[in-house]
Nanobody
């Protein structure tokens, strides 16, 4: 059974940084694309970033390019999202996601139906 557990959310002032972590279990971690999405009340969940199974390739939404960095540690079955230069509009619940199918890269999670989500972690950026 796939389990994704996020941590690292919190409250920060604009311009600050946070690092989100997601620990995965249940499948061979390195075979699956991992990603981060976010959602605010009344809006659809939106893609933030994803990373290939090897960690060698990444995709980012335009609104986080240059500010956020996704990475993974396959030995620890974990994926991370380093968020710098945070803005109030980055306030959202952030969700970790794992691709439903193995070895699906280069198809981005942005375009896939995702079966496995974490419980979400709240990020609040104050102005």
């Amino acid at each position: 059974q796939v389990q994704l557990v996020e941590s690292g959310g919190g409250m920060v002032q604009a311009g600050g940084s946070l690092r989100l972590s997601c620990a995965a279990s249940g499948r061979t971690f390195s075979r699956y694309t991992m990603g981060w999405f976010r959602q605010t009340p009344g809006k659809e969940r939106e893609f933030v970033a994803d990373i290939s199974g090897s960690g060698g390739s990444t995709n980012y939404a335009d609104f986080v390019k240059g500010r956020f960095t996704i990475s993974r540690d396959n030995a620890k079955n974990s994926v991370y999202l380093q968020m710098n230069s945070l803005k109030p509009e980055d306030t959202a619940v952030y969700y970790c996601a794992q691709d439903s199918l193995p070895n699906a890269w280069p198809t981005s999670l942005r375009f896939r139906s995702i079966d496995y989500w974490g419980q979400g972690t709240q990020v609040t950026v104050s102005s």
